[in-house]
């Protein structure tokens, strides 16, 4: 158990739909990531928060938007879904000073139909 | 752009057969190399961080290693439950931003 909770494990939704995921970091860990796994892209990093506010961003499409809260943990909202957007997403966590390890939750699926 | 690949894709060994996979890499300003092991629907799993060329770590039968270019993960004597997908990453200095840029993986199956 790498401490990194992420909710909810499964989620089905129609297209268009709009979906929240969940993530609750390590205990201490100021920096949140969320990664996109799919099948033929492997893991794509696409947004980083340090401490409540945006510290780096990947290939996050303008669909998708992301918040960290003062308790420290975060959100990633997925609006007008497309069938494309089927994947593995996954929250991680550091302590957040460079070459800190970064820990991965177990992930949450989401499937598109 | 930092790029990360790794070789094989795919590796199937005996049980007690040893090997070793690659992770090549071009990065500007390397703070770290790290190995993870996932497994099918499940989170990437900690194994190493390695910081500077030369640098070795160990852990049961694995052992990651580093040089200037690549990196790679020896396993010794394998067992069928070493079987996962082994990522290798890198962290770059980035305007202070910590991500991982990730490989595909090399898919590891160990027979009995």
């Known amino acids: 158990d790498s401490g990194v909770t992420q909710t909810p494990k499964h989620l089905i939704t129609a297209t268009g739909q709009r979906v929240t995921l969940r993530c609750s970091p390590r205990?201490?860990?100021?920096?949140v990531y969320w990664y996109q796994q799919s099948l033929d892209q492997g893991l794509q990093f696409l947004i980083q928060?340090?401490?409540?506010?945006?510290?780096a961003k990947g290939n996050i499409l303008e669909r998708f938007s992301a918040q960290q809260f003062p308790d420290l943990h975060s959100e990633l909202n997925l609006s007008s879904l497309e069938l494309g957007d089927s994947a593995l997403y996954f929250c991680?966590?550091?302590?957040?000073?460079?070459?800190?390890?970064?820990?991965f939750g177990e992930g949450s699926w989401l499937t598109v139909v | 752009e930092d790029q990360v690949t790794q070789s094989p894709e795919a590796l199937r060994l005996q049980e007690g057969e040893s090997s070793s996979l690659n992770c090549s890499y071009t990065?500007?300003?390397?703070?770290?190399l790290f190995w993870y092991r996932q497994d099918p629907g499940k989170g990437p799993e900690f194994l190493f961080t390695l910081y500077s060329a030369g640098e070795e770590k160990e852990k049961e039968r694995l052992k990651a290693t580093l040089t200037k270019k690549e990196s790679f993960l020896h396993i010794t004597a394998p067992k069928p439950e070493d079987s996962a997908t082994y990522l290798c990453a890198v962290q770059a200095s980035q305007g202070g931003s910590e991500k991982l840029v990730f490989g595909k993986g090399t898919k590891l199956t160990v027979n009995p």
């Open positions: 928060y340090y401490n409540g506010e945006e510290r």
């Open positions: 990065v500007s300003g390397l703070r770290g």
């Open positions: 205990s201490g860990d100021l920096s």
């Open positions: 991680a966590s550091s302590f957040g000073v460079s070459g800190n390890t970064i820990y």
